[in-house]
């Protein structure tokens, strides 16, 4: 008798400590998605700040124009992909589209870049973009480094039993 409760009493404290550590691990991935999400408002302001600058400047090439709207557009959509990431930043359809967001920023980027000729006020966005892009790189692999840890505490037995039982389900990295 006193042998079955001791076995269920163990059980309990292992289940308790197996779900706090689930808890911490998913807890320090959405605080890393936090600081990446910081980066991110940033290089959205930025392309806002780029294109009131373009807007008082004189006339670009139609080309750099059509770049130019090309990055507004994209970012809008990283932005629409940013809003639902906040909402669930493990989800891994989230993460994806917040990924193929930053990646057509990315090469919106470099369109607006190659057909700089006769644009002044693109220099300093792109040297702003290239600091943000770095510090955005780091706070990304700080989150793709909890969203591994967190994905193999989910898998592991026998806590990924408890896993399923509350619905822990493995994040995508970025």
């Not at 001791?6 to 936090?34: E, K, T």
């Not at 006339?59 to 940013?82: I, R, Y």
């Not at 193929?100 to 870049?113: K, L, M, Q, S």
């Not at 700089?116 to 692999?141: H, N, V, W």
């Amino acid at each position: 008798m006193w042998i079955s409760g001791l076995a269920l009493a163990v059980l309990l404290f292992w289940a308790v400590g197996a779900y706090n550590r689930l808890m911490r691990l998913r807890s320090a991935a959405v605080r890393a998605f936090g600081k990446m999400d910081a980066h991110l408002v940033r290089e959205l302001a930025l392309v806002a700040e780029f294109e009131a600058a373009r807007r008082g400047a004189r006339d670009a090439s139609a080309q750099a124009a059509h770049d130019h709207a090309t990055l507004v557009a994209a970012a809008e959509q990283l932005a629409a992909s940013l809003a639902v990431s906040r909402q669930r930043p493990l989800d891994p359809e989230a993460a994806a589209a917040l990924a193929e967001g930053a990646r057509i920023v990315d090469t919106a980027w470099t369109f607006a870049r190659a057909t700089k000729d006769g644009d002044e006020t693109l220099s300093p966005f792109l040297q702003q973009r290239e600091q943000l892009t770095a510090q955005r790189g780091r706070a990304q692999q700080q989150f793709n480094a909890a969203v591994v840890n967190y994905n193999e505490a989910v898998t592991q037995f026998p806590a990924s039993v408890l896993a399923r039982i509350f619905g822990f389900r493995k994040a995508q990295v970025l």
